[in-house]
T-cell receptor, first 115, second 110 residues
Framework: EAGVAQSPRYKIIEKRQSVAFWCNPI?????LYWYQQILGQGPKLLIQFQNNGVVDDSQLPKDRFSAERLKGVDSTLKIQPAKLEDSAVYLC?????????????FGPGTRLLVL | RKEVEQDPGPFNVPEGATVAFNCTYSNSASQSFFWYRQDCRKEPKLLMSVYSSGNEDGRFTAQLNRASQYISLLIRDSKLSDSATYLC???????????FGAGTRLAVHP
């Protein structure tokens, strides 16, 4: 079974530039998550989709971050404009359903460096 | 106070040693608990869920103490390949999402 795919794997940009990340979840997984993991910290949830609807974006800095999952499959996360503190690994995860015991499967992440 | 706290380590242990990590959580309404393993520059992978009665998977044993609000992970007979960061994760019913600790780094040496 193919895992969660993410691209690009690495991105270096200058502050105030824009960047977009792409995620393709495991086939059939209804729930998709975007996490930000800063060096030395655990992953922090940015946004959660159930099919193509947002169920939680309380931790998404909406002045600069946006995300969509238009057809309920692939998702993109955008940062515009980027700040130095956005340097982190952006992890996409998916799960079959939403629920307290649902296993989340993570993609390899996109490592972003903002200069 | 952070919602999920872990000792960052590193724990440096010789092969064959037994090592234990704790993770405390602040929300008494938390519903489910997990240990994830994260290798350097890799994504987190589920190691095991933590059940109220405790559970074991080979050399790994996970325990939950609801009264004191912590979970633990015990690794017996440590292998070099166990070297990684171990993240605890708590599903907070109030927030309806998984909250991760910062991780505990384990280094197993020959």
């Amino acid at each position: 079974e193919a895992g969660v795919a993410q691209s690009p794997r690495y991105k270096i940009i200058e502050k105030r530039q824009s960047v977009a990340f792409w995620c393709n979840p495991i086939s059939g997984h209804a729930t998709l998550y975007w996490y930000q993991q800063i060096l030395g910290q655990g992953p922090k949830l940015l946004i959660q989709f159930q099919n193509n609807g947002v169920v939680d974006d309380s931790q998404l800095p909406k002045d600069r971050f946006s995300a969509e999952r238009l057809k309920g499959v692939d998702s993109t996360l955008k940062i515009q404009p980027a700040k130095l503190e956005d340097s982190a690994v952006y992890l996409c995860a998916s799960s079959l359903l939403r629920g307290t015991q649902e296993t989340q499967y993570f993609g390899p992440g996109t490592r972003l460096l903002v200069l | 106070r952070k919602e999920v706290e872990q000792d960052p380590g590193p724990f440096n242990v010789p092969e064959g040693a037994t090592v234990a990590f704790n993770c405390t959580y602040s929300n008494s309404a938390s519903q489910s608990f997990f240990w994830y393993r994260q290798d350097c520059r890799k994504e987190p992978k589920l190691l095991m869920s933590v059940y109220s009665s405790g559970n074991e998977d080979g050399r790994f044993t996970a325990q939950l103490n609801r009264a004191s609000q912590y979970i633990s992970l015990l690794i017996r007979d440590s292998k070099l390949s166990d070297s990684a960061t171990y993240l605890c994760a708590v599903f907070s019913g109030g927030y309806n999402k998984l909250i991760f600790g910062a991780g505990t780094r384990l280094a197993v040496h020959p």
